[in-house]
């Protein structure tokens, strides 16, 4: 009779429990694996997995859904191990308000679609509340670049050559003022507790974020990139 009650016990609960998951699944879809991505949703417990596993066609889908306004770049294979497929340029207007420079940003548009969350949902409001004014420009080193980690003759290949990672120099408020990786991290006022909050908003949503606190490498940069290690893989955030 007890083991039938405690059967039963478990069985109510398990129940319960699925019940109290469904209702998050559907009040909170960012939360769980296997919802589909929607860029109107707050940043959730798998919106970065999801990210990093978006094909092309779904994710302009998604951008031109959220306002984004883009231009998809022709195709490019340079060898066997540099390239790229459905990437796209950010163009000015829509729901973006942050430019870069250089101008001519391209970038695999899962990469671009993260951007777009890291904009409205970790650097304007990391803005807003370390200077109360938006930013409006990134400074990068570029996202394009066929070579190996490093720069090495040999070993792995950087996300780079797949413009798959972007490389972020500084930002731009409205008004002029610029916060620079090089000249503000190791420093102890506004713009060091910034650009710290923005590196560790980005590590919600790329595969890969490293800052100058990762190596000498990486001084004068954050290092954002969306490297596919699977929906259960390990992401770097340092």
Known sequence: MRRRLATLLVL??????????????????????WTALDLARPVGAFTGRKLAGLEGGRCMALLTRAGVRFSRLPDRQAGPECGYRQAVRFAPGGALAIGYRPADLGAQCRLAAALALWEWHVVQPAAQR??????????HYGSYSCRRLYGRGSGAWSEHAHANALDIAGFTLAGGRRIAVLADWRGHG??????REVRDGACR??????????N?????????DQAARGAWGWRACR
């Open 12 to 33: 109510v609960l398990a129940a319960f429990g699925g019940l109290l998951l469904y209702g998050h699944a559907r009040s909170h879809p960012e939360d769980v694996p």
């Open 130 to 139: 370390h200077f109360g004014r938006p930013v409006v420009r990134i400074d």
């Open 190 to 195: 506004e713009e060091a507790a910034f650009l």
């Open 205 to 214: 949503l790329f595969s890969t974020v490293l800052s100058p606190d990762y």
């Open 216 to 224: 000498a490498a990486h001084h004068n940069h954050l290092h954002l």
